[in-house]
């Protein structure tokens, strides 16, 4: 297994930080960023960048656009999700559909997925 940090990434990343996604912004800015357990957005693990990561709850949030959702994409977003499953973390996946039109559904969404994988480390 490839180490976690991978620091040829990081540059990208930081450029990935600077120029997100509209729904990027949205979840991060309106949600994430002050959210009571620490994300990280942009985080590069193994030879991949997580659009929002958090360490203690060992949860990677990945928000779709619609390259995601054809056949090639769709199974390079399945080994990526292998692969960070490989870490122990839990992945889901999120359209950009979702946060456009359920924003708040995404929130809560996200929250039980923290609060759940939180009980299971315990």
Not at 52 to 61: G, P, R, T, W
Not at 93 to 110: A, L
Request: with cysteine.
């Amino acid at each position: 297994m490839q180490p976690k940090h991978n620091p040829q990434l990081v540059p990208l990343a930081k450029q990935l930080r600077k120029e997100m996604t509209r729904e990027e912004q949205h979840l991060w800015y309106d949600f994430l960023r002050s959210y009571p357990v620490r994300f990280s957005r942009q985080k590069v693990l193994g030879k991949y960048i997580a659009d929002f990561y958090s360490a203690k709850a060992k949860l990677v949030i990945e928000l779709d656009g619609s390259q995601h959702y054809e056949d090639r994409n769709a199974r390079k977003d399945a080994d990526r999700t292998a692969f960070l499953e490989g870490y122990g973390l839990k992945v889901i996946r999120i359209s950009n559909i979702e946060v456009n039109r359920n924003f708040r559904g995404v929130c809560e969404y996200i929250d039980a997925a923290v609060r759940q994988s939180l009980n299971q480390l315990r």
